[in-house]
């Protein structure tokens, strides 16, 4: 099986077009392929020179030509003008703002008693509309809901402004869940006479900037006098409460005046959840306590008695900052040269602890290598092992915490193994991990035991696969970015980005993975089934 591409309604499951069904013994002929075109792909017409590509004519028997013989140049075909098609289209397959439209206008999103719940009915357009956005990752997207007049519960206007919050974040999340990458920003509108929930195409770096103005917590509290789940969203800082310090944290004083009394928190509440993250009466209180720490640090600073304070001193210079943290420590790695090594994680948990303190700031890892040698005897290799090394740095900083966009930089062999940290303005780190998006999977070669580390750059893949778990390579195609990267058949996926995978992982959960990584990455030049 390819990558990039679902076979599920291919020829060679056993399934056939509509139009051709009437056809005797399945087969198509040099009259009825023009047809079967046109019916699908009409707004993909084709040349003379393209329809003969389609019926190679020294092949066709008089009997016609199975859907066997058929697939293989039909799909390379329809690929090459899709892409073509693209390109003269900047890229984008479908309107994305229509196409969201298109999918709400059928299926309205509506919610379920407490009034910020999705209901189930839901969950397939919301499926439909993360596709959509999977192939516009250029582009930010805005969750706006509103709800009806005051009424009941929701007596105020600024009760109504919350509820619609509510729910679009109940939206955002659902959407993350569905597998959605893209910058997504919530507003709530508030009453205006309708409920409605609507998801818009907005530009990417405006997505950033409305995010980090919207920027709130979202805590869930559990009531033990009701057993009611009481969510609160908190826009600014500090919440105004004490808590006692053993878990489940319970909400021991509240502060007369405060953010928190003035959204209606109680003593003995007990924290359930901090944005998407829940927790038990297992819970361990400082894992509690730190992922509450972090949510609030995006909050802006206020007075307690709701009248702003004199503004807090600015928090270190996160440039100078990391490059002190990494010169005391620099950051080096193991055998085969692209594990970090555990020496490094006091390191990189104090880089993420002062990156924690500029949410408005990107990052970037820069690696270099020594000059070409040994194994690594090209500076393609060197280029590449840098990348790597990177990618690891990248993956341990987001495993300690760090919530910052992070782009990853291999420079290659300049004569010196190093790695640097550095602090970048956020738009230009949105923008340059648009351009070095690439997709990182992590092979085992069954023959050496050895893991193989590939970063593709580019689609398609070039290599088939079976339709079991684990997923193994059975056919790299010549001359493809597959064979380049040097992939050979009985190579095992183990990783894909950050998902690892065993051998008994579901075949439909690591081939999704698999997919939405792949959809991220540009069209290469190859006219080939992948």
Not at 116 to 134: G, P, W, Y
Not at 196 to 204: F, G, K, R
Not at 340 to 366: F, Y
Request: with cysteine.
């Amino acid at each position: 099986m390819g990558c990039g591409e679902s076979r599920s309604s291919g020829f060679r499951s056993g399934l056939r077009l509509p139009f051709l069904e009437d056809f005797e013994d399945s087969r198509v002929n040099a009259s009825t392929i023009p047809k079967a075109w046109d019916n699908l792909y009409s707004d993909l017409p084709l040349t003379d020179e393209e329809l003969y590509i389609l019926i190679p004519h020294e092949e066709i028997t008089e009997e016609g030509w199975t859907f066997e013989q058929f697939l293989i140049p039909w799909e390379r075909l329809v690929k090459a003008k899709k892409a073509e098609k693209r390109g003269g289209e900047a890229n984008k397959p479908q309107d994305l703002k229509d196409k969201l439209k298109e999918i709400l206008t059928a299926t309205p999103l509506t919610f379920k008693m407490p009034m910020q719940t999705l209901d189930e009915n839901c969950d397939h357009a919301l499926a439909r509309c993360v596709e959509k956005m999977a192939e516009h990752p250029q582009c930010g997207v805005r969750i706006v809901c509103s709800t009806e007049n005051p009424a009941g519960i929701w007596e105020s206007s600024k009760l109504c402004k919350d509820l619609a919050l509510f729910r679009a974040h109940a939206v955002k999340q659902a959407l993350v869940m569905q597998g959605a990458t893209n910058v997504i920003t919530c507003v709530g509108l508030g009453a205006n006479g309708a409920c409605t929930c609507i998801i818009e195409e907005v530009d990417m770096v405006d997505a950033v900037k409305e995010e980090q103005k919207l920027s709130c917590a979202h805590l869930v509290f559990k009531n033990p006098a009701t057993n009611a789940d009481m969510e609160v969203l908190f826009e600014k800082r500090p919440l105004g409460f004490e808590f006692n310090r053993t878990a489940p944290i319970t909400i021991s004083k509240v502060d007369r005046g405060s953010h928190g009394d003035e959204k209606g928190v109680k003593e003995g509440w007990i924290i359930e959840r901090i944005n998407d993250t829940s927790f038990t009466y297992e819970s361990n209180f400082q894992e509690v306590y730190d992922v509450l720490v972090k949510a609030l640090r995006v909050c802006p600073a206020d007075g307690e008695n709701g009248s702003p304070t004199k503004a807090p001193p600015p928090p270190d210079d996160l440039k100078n900052k990391l490059k002190e943290i990494l010169t005391a420590t620099p950051l080096t790695f193991k055998m085969p040269m692209q594990t970090l090594d555990e020496s490094c994680n006091q390191a990189l948990a104090q880089c993420v602890e002062k990156m924690a303190e500029h949410p408005e700031s990107g990052v970037r890892i820069l690696c270099t290598t020594e000059n070409p040698a040994g194994i690594w005897g090209s500076a393609k290799l060197c280029k590449d092992l840098a990348l790597f090394r990177a990618h690891a740095v990248k993956q341990a900083l987001v495993l300690q915490g760090a919530t910052n966009i992070i782009i990853c930089v291999g420079a290659g062999a300049n004569g010196t193994c190093k790695c640097i940290i550095e602090e970048v303005d956020v738009m230009d780190a949105v923008k340059e991990e648009q351009k070095l998006s690439c997709a990182h999977l992590v092979f085992k070669n069954p023959e050496t035991n050895a893991d193989m580390e590939v970063l593709f750059e580019k689609r398609p893949l070039g290599f088939e696969f079976n339709k079991t778990a684990p997923i193994t390579i059975t056919k790299v195609d010549p001359g493809s970015h597959g064979e380049e990267k040097g992939v050979k058949e009985g190579w095992i996926i183990e990783r894909i980005n950050d998902t690892t995978f065993t051998n008994e992982s579901n075949f439909q959960a690591v081939y999704d993975v698999l997919i939405k990584a792949v959809k991220g990455l540009p069209d290469g030049d190859e006219k080939m089934t992948v």
